[in-house]
Nanobody
Framework: QVQLVESGGDSVQAGGSLKLSCTVSGAALRRYCIGWFRRAPDKELEGIAAIDNDGSTAYRDSVNWRFTVSRDNSKNQVYLEMNDLRPEDTAIYYC??????????????????WGQGTQVTVSS
């Protein structure tokens, strides 16, 4: 079974940047589409970015042009680079794996394996 571990969460000022990493083990990353999700305090889980094995990406409108998702199959890692962070980006960020080439996008359905999350806090 595939395992995912997020890292890179931190506390930053508004306008700052962070780069999250998702390290995948137990299976080759090329088998998966990886999505990034977040849960803000008192809000529901939402999808924010995803990258399939062919390099196709999807973004939530509120993070488009600020966040960039990328992957390095040779390192079994997926990254989420976040720029121009805002207080409303404060959340626990999760990565999740679903089967490659199914067009999963940022929908929660279809992602079967999840990491434990990493906290991102943005202060004004």
């Amino acid at each position: 079974q595939v395992q995912l571990v997020e890292s890179g969460g931190d506390s930053v000022q508004a306008g700052g940047s962070l780069k999250l990493s998702c390290t995948v083990s137990g299976a080759a990353l090329r088998r998966y589409c990886i999505g990034w999700f977040r849960r803000a305090p008192d809000k529901e889980l939402e999808g924010i970015a995803a990258i399939d094995n062919d390099g196709s990406t999807a973004y939530r409108d509120s993070v488009n042009w600020r966040f960039t998702v990328s992957r390095d199959n040779s390192k079994n890692q997926v990254y989420l680079e976040m720029n121009d962070l805002r207080p409303e980006d404060t959340a626990i960020y999760y990565c999740a794996a679903g089967p490659a080439y199914y067009g999963l996008g940022i929908r929660i359905m279809g992602y079967s394996d999840w990491g434990q999350g990493t906290q991102v806090t943005v202060s004004s």
